[in-house]
């Protein structure tokens, strides 16, 4: 059984910056990701890497967001530079299952395990 668990979260002013840090259970996931969700809409990939280390991101936070993981530690990052007011919401730590890949532009349910979200309010 794989459990996600993310902390990091806070609130912070327009173009503060946050860490989010998610602890995995197990090293033996996929693609691991993050995404955001604000009440009423739906949940949105923002980051995701691969098992080999590709990472890919949506196209609002290139250059600002960097994810990155430390299998050692089963530990997945997210730098959040810049942060902008409509970038508060819910982050969700996700995983695909083991050697599977999962994308952020595709269905959600691709990640078949979540934790229970970190809160980031950026306040402008």
């Known amino acids: 059984q794989v459990q996600l668990v993310e902390s990091g979260g806070g609130s912070v002013q327009n173009g503060g910056s946050l860490r989010l840090s998610c602890e995995v259970s197990?090293?033996?996931?996929?693609?691991m990701a993050w995404f955001r969700q604000v009440p009423g809409k739906f949940r949105e990939g923002v980051a995701s890497?691969?098992?080999?280390?590709?990472?890919t991101y949506v196209d609002s936070v290139k250059g600002r967001f960097t994810i990155s993981k430390d299998n050692a530690k089963n530990r997945l990052y997210l730098q959040m530079n810049s942060l902008k007011s409509e970038e508060s919401g819910m982050y969700f730590c996700?995983?695909?299952?083991?050697?599977?890949?999962?994308?952020?532009?595709?269905?959600?349910?691709?990640?078949?395990?979540w934790g229970q979200g970190t809160q980031v309010t950026v306040s402008s």
């Open positions: 890497i691969d098992g080999d280390g590709t990472t």
């Open positions: 996700a995983a695909a299952r083991w050697l599977s890949r999962a994308s952020i532009m595709d269905d959600p349910r691709g990640f078949a395990y």
């Open positions: 197990t090293y033996t996931v996929g693609t």
